[in-house]
């Protein structure tokens, strides 16, 4: 089990990197990431090379037996590199350049920082690829954070170029966008332009495609890095995502290039529920690497510095953090970073080693920690009988201006569904909807607006095969290009739903409406038609009062379940789904208890506020106590 964290001694004179290693190893730290941020040191002018900090560091690392996860570090580069290169500069997309003094202020698209990047990462590539401390390769930092689409001339160009080699001819792309609504057809590829403060209306797929664009762009300059690293060294490259909080990046298009898939996790502080976020945010990152282990490339020890109101962590709930990641399927624990920064934007960010250094309640709880989880040999996978869907084209597409209702967000049906799972104490995958189903006996879509009919065929494949769908409302409505499927609503799914959607009707801020035995639903009602589909419950009263609101279809061996609606409370559906299902889940057990299942180990996880019993049959006879809290 890798322990450790982003390193940067760079920031501190060579005396300190002593102390740095012998703290360390007290620690328990076995791996560093290093030079994420070293490019104005590495190459302290255009094509002139200054290694020799670097070799001592690393040779220092070595030899105090901690390895290294060595970084490219092409997500800062230099201010001279901005001042050589001025059409590398971002412009944002009111058409603004964005000024110098902070990280990731780079156009992806530019061919002046792609050749920059690969020249330091060639170097970088041949001088450590034989060094002993080398275990993992790091590229980048956090594709982007700050830099997802650019709106120069030189992103233009690129995007007229992405775009005919996606549809071949100005007729397929007129086709798939829509552009005779309001007479938009292009007759040349140079009318084409980047969404640059649009005005209302903007074709919606144009800004679908715009947002495809800017992942593959930032893929193109990983794959770039990465095969450069290649071509000298045999180790893993991996680069770290953001899963939480990154919704321009399509993570599953992303996980096709990586040897390990790495995630960056911080902690919603005033989000009461945050170990629920936590937890969903590691199954994400689990089903990304297709059920093999990852690596939790950094989380914190304490409080962030970039959140309205940065709340430390409370006693023991770093070592819960920590260990939740690694139950759902994490191969570390790893911070940002080793020692607290005295200057610079991050400098109240928490760090391992803290300002009030190792005299500190912190520090001696990742001492704690550190002895316990780098000996921790945990193996084998973690199973799931109940998958989620989740798309981040649907997140694109659904959050697009011009939607039925401002209160339609992917995340918030995904989050509900998801927080009344882990409350029910069932384990959860991620699943694109094209992908095999097969295994799990539940499969929930909360919010799958766009659909493709290949991908609705899917779903009804799984149904007649003896799986079991439920699908909340806004699903199935749209293509890839944000067009409606043609007949009624919802395009995708009528056959393997049974029913048809007359009219939506989305309900008024704080509205509330009520389904038949009392139960208090918002947000949305709408019209249902069953064309085979049996009506479970009804609208007691809205819009659609008297009609269904929840209706069960029998396919093949399966059912396929619809929701019309936003339900105060999931959990009573999602329970007689399950057990519908066979879903087996322990039961009985606190809603704050984590229980999650890895190989031969059991997790399990308090986060309540008090102690909690649990009977043997939740653990499994013989079981041995490894991790204990007072």
């Not at 070293?38 to 302290?44: C, D, K, V």
């Not at 391992?352 to 945990?378: C, F, I, K, N, Y």
């Not at 193996?379 to 989740?390: N, Y």
């Amino acid at each position: 089990m890798y322990f450790g964290g982003d390193y940067n001694p760079e920031q501190w004179p060579e005396e300190v990197w002593l102390e740095d290693v012998r703290l360390m190893r007290e620690s328990g730290v076995n791996l560093v990431s290093l030079g994420i941020f070293a490019w104005g040191l590495l190459e302290p002018a255009e094509g002139r090379y200054d290694f020799g900090w670097l070799d001592r560091v690393m040779d220092l690392l070595h030899d105090n037996g901690i390895q290294v996860d060595l970084a490219t570090p092409t997500s800062s580069p230099p201010s001279w590199f901005r001042r050589s290169h001025p059409a590398s500069r971002l412009v944002s997309q009111d058409g603004q350049v964005v000024s110098g003094g902070s990280r990731h202020g780079f156009c992806p698209s530019s061919p002046e920082y792609a050749m920059a990047a690969a020249r330091i990462t060639e170097q970088l590539a041949q001088r450590y690829a034989g060094h002993p401390a080398v275990v993992m390769w790091h590229v980048h930092n956090e594709y982007g954070w700050a830099n997802a689409s650019c709106y120069c001339d030189a992103s233009q160009e690129h995007f007229r170029r992405w775009l005919r080699d996606r549809y071949g001819t100005l007729e397929a792309l007129n086709a798939a966008w829509g552009t005779l609504f309001w007479g938009l057809t292009y007759r040349a590829w140079d009318e084409i332009e980047v969404p640059r403060n649009p005005p209302p209306g903007l074709i919606p797929a144009l800004a679908l495609d715009f947002q495809r664009f800017g992942v593959d762009a930032h893929i193109a300059l990983f794959r770039a890095e990465r095969d450069i690293i290649k071509r000298h060294s045999a180790k893993p490259v991996t680069t770290n995502f953001m899963i939480a909080n990154c919704k321009p990046m399509d993570y599953w298009k992303w996980a096709a290039e990586v040897d390990v898939v790495s995630n960056d996790h911080y902690l919603q502080a005033e989000n009461p529920g945050n170990h629920i976020e936590l937890a969903m945010c590691a199954d994400l990152t689990r089903s990304l690497a297709g059920g093999r282990p990852w690596l939790l490339m950094e989380h914190s020890t304490g409080a962030v510095n970039w959140q309205p109101r940065n709340l430390a962590k409370r006693p023991g709930e770093m070592r819960r953090n920590s260990l939740a990641h690694v139950a759902r399927g994490s191969d570390s624990v790893l911070f940002f970073q080793w020692r607290a920064s005295r200057f610079g934007a991050e400098k109240f960010h928490s760090a391992m080693v803290p300002h009030a250094g190792t005299d500190s309640d912190l520090w001696r709880e990742v001492v704690a920690l550190g002895q316990e989880v780098a000996p921790l040999a945990v193996e084998g996978r973690v199973e799931a009988e109940v998958a989620v869907v989740w798309d981040w084209e649907s997140w694109w597409a659904l959050e697009l201006p011009w939607r039925p209702s401002s209160d339609l967000e992917f995340r918030e049906r995904i989050e509900t569904y998801y927080a009344a799972l882990w409350r029910e104490h069932v384990t959860v995958d991620f699943v694109h909807p094209s992908h095999d189903l097969s295994r799990y006996k539940l499969v929930v879509a909360p919010s799958s607006y766009v659909l493709s009919q290949e991908a609705g065929k899917n779903l009804q494949r799984y149904v007649e095969s003896g799986g079991h769908l439920l699908v909340s409302f806004f699903s199935g409505i749209v293509d890839g290009n944000d067009t409606v499927h043609p007949g009624s609503h919802p395009g995708a799914l009528r056959e393997v739903l049974g029913l048809s959607v007359e009219e939506f009707h989305p309900l008024g801020a704080r509205a509330e409406i009520s389904l038949e035995g009392g139960q208090p639903a918002t947000t949305w009602s709408e019209r249902v038609r069953p064309a085979g589909a049996l009506a479970v419950r009804n609208f007691a009263s809205g819009p659609d009062a008297g009609h269904p609101a929840l209706t069960r279809h029998d396919l093949g061996r399966g059912s396929a379940w619809y929701v019309a609606t936003a339900p105060a409370d999931v959990r009573p559906l999602l329970r007689d789904l399950l057990d519908h299902a066979g879903v087996e889940r322990p039961r009985g057990l606190p809603d704050d208890l984590e229980v999650v299942r890895r190989g031969r180990h059991t997790f399990l996880i308090n986060h309540g506020d008090g102690p909690v019993t649990v009977a043997s049959t939740t653990v499994p006879a013989g079981g041995v106590e490894i991790l204990l809290e007072d």
